[in-house]
């Protein structure tokens, strides 16, 4: 089997992947921007072949690497980057070079564009924060006077929190206008609650291979707020957001992928999406959780996700049956620049046993995920908070 991968070296977490598919045999093949000579060890070791190119943005470059490839070593059996950021420009390759697996052109828009998702959730009658297309000023101030402030824009098309903004007043509004960025834009009415994230892998029948949830304030908040960051992965997904998750699996009609939806848990009853204590969907993201997620969900459930994947794209099914060893993982980290009651010694003394990662961030992700993170497992949540209150204290 044939796995030309995208952009291997990023996210780093893409290491893992290839890691999990070479060992079970697989050719994987790599397409990035990134010198060869700069790629981690692991991963160098998990590529059967390293195409460099000068950027990912052209298309030719791309073409050309994917055609070398094909020469080489024989049809693509599966082309993916598990970035959203690349997905139109693989569903392009995809039908250029007729590879079997993933979206094509077609399908790609209701993908990446908030809009054309949430003409899917309403139409899948999915609770969901309504939304509008910015124009201009007079549309978004009756728009606001609809739904109350604060409201959220984003780009129509954008990666995670990126280009964001809430807007709390109508002087704000208007300051929003005055400079609108570039591209279109959406508006969104805001929904007070915790992130809670269904992921899963999906098989090649739709049906899911693995699913779990992490719960986490919102990223928006914590960057503009300078907010220390909680993340943790419950032991089972709660039963409505299980129901939720699969019911948007089928309305986007996903087959063989690693999944990421994000829905907000309500704070309190919203007229018209549902009670406190409910799930409201926010977007979708066909690829995996970014940062350390994805070890969230493996300590949390005595799994391996990377090697699930894997399996998924090798064989169809996963071959190894659940665990029942079962924990809630926390990932709690510090932000640059405060100042907190325990040192780190402090805490390896006292939660050493329990933590199961801990390490410095790279500085792109200060801001958004904290600069010194500590992973670790409890069997409850009442234990993750104590450990939470020490480590951020």
Not at 286 to 298: E, F, I, Q, S
């Amino acid at each position: 089997m044939n796995f030309i991968f995208i952009s291997p070296a990023y996210p780093v977490t893409c290491t893992r992947f290839c890691e999990r598919l070479s060992e079970l045999g697989v050719n994987v093949l790599g397409i990035g921007d990134v010198a060869y000579d700069a790629l981690n060890g692991p991963l160098k070791s998990a590529l059967t072949e390293y195409y460099y190119v000068q950027s990912l943005e052209d298309y030719e470059q791309v073409y050309h690497a994917v055609a070398y490839f094909v020469y080489h070593y024989g049809r693509a059996d599966w082309l993916e980057s598990l970035n959203e950021y690349w997905l139109p420009m693989e569903a392009r390759l995809r039908a250029d070079f007729n590879v079997p697996h993933g979206t094509r052109e077609s399908g790609i828009d209701t993908l990446i564009r908030k809009s054309e998702m949430k003409r899917v959730f309403l139409k899948a009658g999915i609770p969901t924060a309504r939304q509008h297309i910015v124009s201009d000023l007079a549309s978004g101030r009756a728009f606001a006077a609809q739904t109350g402030y604060p409201v959220i824009v984003k780009p129509d098309i954008g990666v995670g929190a990126n280009g964001a903004q809430k807007l709390k007043t109508e002087e704000e509004l208007s300051a929003f206008y005055e400079e609108l960025p570039d591209g279109p834009y959406v508006m969104e009415e805001f929904l007070y609650g915790d992130i809670c994230t269904y992921d899963a892998v999906i098989g090649p029948d739709g049906e899911p291979l693995f699913e779990s949830s992490s719960t986490y304030a919102p990223v928006l908040d914590s960057v503009q707020k300078d907010e220390d960051i909680i993340i943790y992965a419950a032991a089972e997904v709660p039963p409505q957001l299980l129901d939720l998750g699969r019911r948007t699996v089928r309305a986007f009609g996903v087959d063989s992928r690693f999944v990421h939806f994000e829905f907000i848990q309500l704070a309190k009853d919203m007229d018209g999406i549902g009670k406190a204590g409910d799930y409201a969907v926010m977007e979708v993201n066909m690829r995996p959780a970014g940062g350390h997620d994805p070890d969230l969900m493996n300590y949390a459930r005595s799994a391996d996700v990377f090697r699930i994947y894997a399996e998924m794209v090798t064989f169809g099914k996963r071959l190894l049956p659940e665990s029942e060893d079962r924990y809630i993982c926390a990932y709690a980290a510090r932000k640059d620049g405060h100042v907190f009651t325990h040192t780190h010694e402090e805490i390896m003394a006292r939660y050493g046993e329990d933590i199961v990662l801990q390490e410095e961030m790279p500085p792109i992700d200060w801001p958004s995920m904290g600069r010194y993170v500590y992973i670790a497992r409890f069997r409850t949540k009442e234990e993750m908070d104590r450990y939470c209150d020490f480590v951020l204290g």
